[in-house]
């Protein structure tokens, strides 16, 4: 099925002759969600009507359902995102389970690092410190067992993130406490507030 692009009131980021289709659209959108995203949270993010947008994302999903694809568009907890086919589940679990054995890319050992050293913390923290993006990480670095959830911040209500029992057996320590300073590694020039907060 070919989407065409879409038309309506002009000005939204659909309507550049150059842009992504609606189809285009919410695929990027849902590509890098770690929640099912409203379809009204679509709508508004998109300039669209949500009816419009319903309709778009239940045409997506018939396409990778009739297309046979490995992963597929369901609605869940009030929203949309993609999940792996239920059919796929032991390939994808056999691929996580072998992934375990490989090691860890630099991207992944700073932010494992961070992690240790400043946990419990927050994706968003996590990012900023590091200067970049860090959700692709840290999803792989929870696949692996390194990393796991460790609640709420109370008062950002953002997820907070801390290392596992698995980590200290990887690493051959007994308890976080001996995990070696970081004063002497540290660049001299560093702010305070990198340091201390």
Do not use: K
């Not at 150059?18 to 969600?33: M, N, Q």
């Amino acid at each position: 099925m070919t989407q065409e692009p879409v038309t309506g009131e002009p000005g939204g980021p659909l309507d550049a002759p150059d842009g992504p289709t609606l189809h285009a659209a919410i695929e990027a959108i849902l590509l890098v969600v770690d929640e099912p995203v409203a379809e009204i949270t679509l709508a508004q993010l998109l300039e669209r009507p949500r009816p419009q947008i319903a309709a778009a994302v239940r045409e997506l999903a018939a396409e990778y359902t009739a297309q046979g694809r490995g992963f597929d568009l369901r609605e869940v907890a009030g929203g949309w995102r993609f999940y792996t086919r239920d059919v796929c589940a032991p390939v994808v679990e056999r691929f996580v389970t072998d992934g375990r054995q490989a090691r860890l890319t630099q991207a992944a050992l700073e932010t494992l690092a961070v992690v240790a050293y400043r946990q419990p913390v927050s994706r968003a923290r996590v990012s900023a410190i590091r200067g970049v993006n860090s959700d692709g990480v840290m999803r792989t670095l929870a696949l692996r067992g390194l990393i796991e959830d460790a609640g709420q911040d109370p008062q950002s209500q953002a997820h907070l993130y801390r290392t596992t029992g698995y980590f200290l057996e990887r690493l051959g320590l007994r308890d976080l406490d001996e995990l070696p300073e970081l004063a002497p590694y540290l660049p001299d020039d560093l702010p305070d507030e990198m340091i201390d907060d």
